[in-house]
């Protein structure tokens, strides 16, 4: 037996298929990961991500220490803003990826991997010291995102303080906000809109089974895979890993190189890096039958060039899309080894859905 969310009996009760991810006994789907994926697209769903770390960081320095660990730069944020950031090892490698949220100017709240908590944690803590910060992370609280296109109505339907509910409506995209107990952020993992909301454990199954009366769905690990995946977002431990660089898994975007003077960890092998990374993230649609899959290899030509690092069917899309890392140089449409079969694939820029929409010419 792995360890339990707050949610749990709620999981059994709907019926979830339970297995093991990271440590935890968690949802893969209810009953359809299909009509789980659907729901969020077209309605909204609602999924427990209580297995997530959440910590607050606090101090006269916290920001210097921010500055310090994370590629982006924590500077950024005003009150109530969020920041989507990797952690890096010296030499430019994710640790994790995460999202910082500003609470005041000398508390931060930090949300990290599940399967990563105890190396995140330690590496933190061994920093901490010499900021003179403090590291609390929470352990009787349950998480819970609510996406999809109308999830925020719903979640606003179910809000009976009416001072509560103006706050939460009127949070804008990556804000968050404190409302008695209860954590709102506008953020999530589906490429839809919606919230996260960090509860009391102890309040957590009333409040599921409110958002389930108002007709939010729960949804399984399984569709959220299938989800984030058609929105280009990257997934720890098979997009990036402590091996891989933000240049080389999509994120340069999330670098912050100004101010130059900033010296956070990685910094220097990044800067390295910069005018020619070795490798970068491609996104691929299969133009034959065929569904790609993690570790399928990618070729240009009769090169071989990399390898998909995570690949499904697109439920939305009605074919076979993936993210590959590639050989930095890798120009044009490539080809993936398909059990034994290469089949021509189409290369994009993800994301390849977002808010119910394709990003993609053609299919």
Known sequence: MGHRTPLYNEHVRHGAKIVDFAGWDMPLHY???????????????????????????????????????????????????????????????????????????????????????????AWLRDHASAFGVTLDAHKDYALIAVQGPRARDKVHAVLKDEATRAVVAGLGAFRSAQAGAVFFSRTGYTGEDGYEIL??????????????????RPIGLGARDTLRLEAGMALYGSDMDET??????????????????????GRAALEAQRA?????????????????????????????????????????????V?????????????????????????????PFVRHGKSCIDEV
């Not at 590639?326 to 290469?342: F, N």
Request: some cysteine; aromatic content about 8%; glycine content about 8%.
């Open 322 to 350: 993936a993210l590959a890392r590639v050989s930095g140089d890798t120009a044009g449409d490539c080809a993936v080894d398909v059990r034994g079969r290469r089949l021509p694939a189409r290369v994009v820029t993800p």
């Open 244 to 265: 891989v660089s933000p240049l080389e898994c999509g994120l340069a975007w999330t670098v912050a190189w100004n101010p130059p003077e900033r010296d956070f960890i």
């Open 199 to 216: 509860l009391p454990a102890a309040q957590a199954p009333a409040f599921w089974e409110s958002l389930h009366a108002a007709g939010v």
């Open 31 to 121: 009953g359809s990961q299909l009509e789980e994926h659907r729901q969020v697209r077209t309605d909204a769903g609602m999924f427990d991500v209580s297995h997530m770390t959440v910590s607050d960081v606090s101090g006269a320095r916290t920001l210097d220490f921010l500055r310090h660990m994370f590629a982006n730069d924590a500077a950024r944020l005003d009150a109530g803003k969020a920041l989507y950031t990797c952690m890096l090892n010296e030499r430019g490698g994710v640790i994790d990826d995460l999202i910082v949220y500003r609470l005041n100017e000398q508390r931060y709240r930090l949300i990290t991997n599940a399967a990563t908590r105890d190396k995140d944690l």
């Open 276 to 320: 020619q990374p070795p490798r970068k993230m491609i996104g691929l649609v299969l133009r034959e039958g065929g569904i790609l899959r993690g570790h399928q290899q990618v070729y240009a030509g009769d090169r071989f060039v990399g390898e998909i690092t995570s690949g499904s069917f697109s439920p939305f899309l009605q074919c076979s």
